[in-house]
């Protein structure tokens, strides 16, 4: 299956040099063209050595003035033959936004380009005051650092970066000194702060199973939670956030790792939760499962009592429309998405066209991580220093930039499968 493959490698065991790359995003990581898998951790590099650079100057105000996107590769180190020009000087007036993917990447090149994609068809219906240019680079964190500081020169808002490593390396770096939205999230280190000019917009599976703990706990207070996943890394890191929320609500958590062969769940363990379940009920259940899983488990489980135990999960459980399948096995069961995904008539996800590979949903939720992180960069450009909200593509997003360190929330939007499609829930 086109969308398990490509779960396997990016992300939420592409070959293992996808693993090195990028991690934290809201689909599963088992999987060619995911984006959480497991990453080496690149914050003990260097930075390249900086020049003395004047003090920063705050983003341009947006004005109505030409708009142009120019487009240019920063030339891997030590290799000269890409004489990578530098972008012309953008039009007087307008903020000029850099955008910052690794096109270059083999391993990462698809999911740039999904969300390059993404974020110039945002750009192209709000363009007036705006010069956007797509700076590309390859994988390693220090050409994406010499990248960095390069744009810093030219450009009042650096987007990006979007490797995991990358955006850890930078985070660590004393290099950010103007607004910079990065696209995904450092490696995981609690005690890591961004720096102040630094916003970090990535999917996270971590925050839907978050979002899903309160969810339940609104639904179903003080409930007894099982926890479960097949033992893969996204599935343990999506169980270990649910599992670790509920127990911050105060409500008793139980977690069961299940034992899965090409993706599928072991039947006698399934037989065997069926019995330990009826002898030691819950109220809630948990699934950091993908789609497939998730049908198998509920079909062991459809029989009364245990076909009523309400069921949560995230957007792993959302494969996209092409492989929707009709029937009941997971009516009923709750997740978390975009409304990219599950709201085609929002007003935001009708006013952009559709990606050209919009049959892959890990490659459609990028390209809508692109359409949010433009309409961010250019509400920072508006509105410096305040906090604002936007009804966006990848959820209700709310964002204070500019006056001490940044926040950023993300709020995904609630949907029940009916017959065999996710569809949303009244918020």
């Known amino acids: 299956m086109l969308a398990n493959k490509i779960r396997m490698a990016l992300l939420l065991a592409l070959p293992v040099a996808a693993a090195t790359l990028i991690s934290g995003c809201s689909t599963p990581c088992n999987a060619p063209g995911a984006l959480c898998a497991p990453v080496e951790t690149l914050t003990s590099a260097p930075p390249p050595p900086q020049a003395a650079r004047p003090a920063p100057r705050p983003p341009a105000p947006a004005k109505e003035a030409e708009s142009q996107v120019q487009t240019y590769a920063v030339p891997m180190p030590g290799d000269m033959s890409q004489g990578g020009a530098a972008p012309q000087a953008a039009p007087a007036g307008n903020t000029r936004i850099g955008l910052l993917l690794p096109l270059r990447s083999e391993t990462l090149g698809r999911a740039a380009e999904s969300l390059r994609a993404g974020f110039m068809a945002a750009y192209e219906r709000d363009k007036s005051g705006f010069t956007v240019t797509v700076i590309e680079t390859g994988d390693p964190a220090q050409d994406v650092l010499s990248a960095y500081a390069g744009a810093q020169e ?4 650096i987007v990006g970066p979007l490797a995991r490593s990358a955006v850890t390396a930078l985070a660590t770096s004393p290099l950010v000194r103007k607004p910079t939205i990065a696209l ?3 490696e995981g280190r609690a005690d890591l702060r961004l720096p102040e000019q630094m916003i970090a917009i990535g999917l996270s599976i971590e925050a839907e199973a978050r979002q899903a703990a309160d969810w339940a706990a609104q639904e179903h207070p003080n409930a007894r939670a099982l926890v479960l996943s097949a033992g ?3 599935q343990k890191r999506s169980a270990g956030a649910f599992a670790t929320q509920w127990q911050r609500i105060g409500a008793p958590v139980r977690l069961m790792e299940l034992g899965a062969s ?7 363990e399934l037989v065997a939760l069926r019995a330990k379940l009826q002898t030691e009920p819950v109220d809630i259940v948990f699934v950091a499962l993908d789609v497939d899983q998730a049908r198998q488990l509920r079909t062991a489980l459809s029989a009364p009592p245990l076909g009523d135990i309400p069921v949560y999960g995230s957007s792993s459980l959302n494969p996209g ?7 009941p096995e997971l009516d009923g069961v709750r997740l978390l998405d975009l409304p990219w995904l599950v709201q085609r008539d929002h007003p935001a996800v009708m006013t952009y066209p559709q990606p050209e590979d919009a049959a892959n949903a890990d490659m459609e939720r990028l390209y809508a991580l692109g359409i949010d992180a433009f309409r961010v960069a250019r509400e920072i450009a508006l509105r410096p220093g305040k906090r604002f909200r ?3 593509v990848t959820g209700q997003l709310s964002v204070d930039f500019g006056q001490g360190p940044a926040y950023f ?10 017959n065999g499609v996710p569809s949303p829930l009244a918020r």
């Open 154 to 157: 030219q450009q009042d808002i």
């Open 184 to 186: 995904n999230h450092p």
């Open 232 to 234: 893969s890394s996204w």
């Open 262 to 268: 090409d993706g599928y769940l072991s039947d006698p």
């Open 321 to 327: 429309r092409s492989r929707w399948q009709p029937g």
């Open 390 to 392: 936007l009804d966006g």
């Open 409 to 418: 929330e993300r709020i995904e939007l609630p949907a029940v499968y009916q």
